[in-house]
């Protein structure tokens, strides 16, 4: 019977942890991963005398699923277990063979097709007026619900849009080579009313280069050169809430996107494009040949936002 680390140093499991954690691109995934591996090393220093196991991961995962998580949230931290075996296996704290085994743990299993949120018509008209457009911050936050709206970026990927970002391109704005996830660069076509929101906002606030949205304190000043992206996750929770929409995320807003361009006869090819799914074909990705920016998804959404100069 293959033995395993029994009773590792705790030394040695939190440098084995760091190399995990080191591997991973984005910082929610090291959040969620740190956490999971935390817990479960929590959990084994008292309910597995046996060691890191395959037969040890098997009884973590059950008693997950007992405490009613989600399979999405248990599969997460098994894979967070498997990485740290295979670390473990490739730095001499665990055999091989035993590694492997750990790895081939069954993840949950998700039953049925989750639906997911997002706005109605008139409810992302809502959402994208209810900032008060007479203050600074007003004029930020309806920027930026324009631009989620309106170009179905992602949380991050907002947070992250430049000002060099939005280009004229077919006789309409675009924006140009936004890099998303994965690392995949995309064009994405902006509808005018966007546009208009974000002059709105960088108009007064003197914003010329770089990022385009960034802090502002209570009495309206800028107070630094970006905003985060747990702020616009923030914000977007804080402006559903007031049209009734309570729990709103950046990722509904995305959905909204799709949906309202799909029910607006945009093709999706087109709008796979907008999104950036991992669908599109590598060729797309490098020559946009068949992305068609004068019959944009944008332009079938249908809303009708009045922006102020």
Same mark, same amino acid.
Not at 97 to 113: D, F, H, P, S
Not at 128 to 133: D, G, H, K, L, R
């Given at each position: ?17 760091? !190399?995990?954690?080191?591997? !991973? ?7 969620? %991963? ?5 817990? /479960?090393?929590?959990?084994? &220093? ?5 060691? /890191? ?6 009884? %973590?995962?059950?008693? !997950? ?17 498997? *990485? ?14 035993? &590694?492997?085994?750990?790895?081939? #743990? ?32 007003? *004029? ?6 324009? #631009? ?7 949380? *991050?990927?907002?947070? +992250? ?12 704005? #675009? ?18 009313? @966007? ?9 007064? @606030?003197?914003?010329?280069? +770089?990022?385009?949205?960034?802090? #502002? ?68 990705? %490098? ?6 920016? @004068? ?15």
């Amino acid at each position: 019977m293959q033995t395993a680390i029994l009773t590792p140093q705790a030394a040695a499991l939190e440098r084995i942890k760091a !190399l995990v954690l080191d591997g !991973l691109g984005s910082p929610e995934s090291r959040r969620a %991963y740190s956490w999971a591996l935390d817990d /479960f090393l929590r959990w084994c &220093a008292t309910e597995a005398p046996g060691g /890191f196991t395959k037969a040890t991961v098997n009884a %973590y995962r059950s008693r !997950l699923e007992v405490q009613g998580l989600s399979a999405a949230t248990i599969n997460i931290r098994l894979s967070a277990i498997r *990485k740290l075996a295979l670390e473990a296996a490739d730095n001499g704290l665990m055999p091989p063979e035993l &590694a492997a085994g750990i790895a081939r #743990v069954k993840g949950a299993k998700q039953q049925g097709t989750r639906t997911g949120k997002w706005l109605t018509l008139d409810e992302a008209e809502r959402l994208i007026s209810a900032p008060n457009p007479a203050t600074i911050k007003g *004029k930020r936050d309806r920027a930026l619900l324009a #631009v989620l709206v309106g170009c179905g970026l992602r949380r *991050k990927e907002a947070a +992250g849009l430049a000002v060099e970002h939005i280009q004229m391109r077919d006789a309409r704005w #675009v924006i140009v080579d936004l890099i998303g996830k994965g690392s995949r660069v995309r064009s994405v076509p902006m509808p005018a009313w @966007t546009k208009a929101a974000i002059d709105a906002w960088i108009g007064p @606030t003197g914003i010329t280069t +770089g990022l385009i949205f960034r802090a #502002v304190n209570k009495g309206g000043r800028i107070t630094g050169e970006s905003m985060t992206a747990q702020s616009i996750f923030e914000a977007v929770r804080i402006y559903g809430a007031k049209i009734g929409v309570p729990e709103l995320a950046p990722h509904d807003l995305r959905r909204t996107f799709a949906k309202l361009a799909h029910k607006g006869r945009a093709a999706l090819e087109q709008i796979q494009l907008s999104l950036g799914h991992a669908s599109i074909t590598t060729t797309e990705k %490098y020559l946009g040949v068949r992305q068609d920016l @004068t019959d944009a998804p944008c332009d079938h959404l249908g809303l009708r936002v009045e922006v102020s100069p």
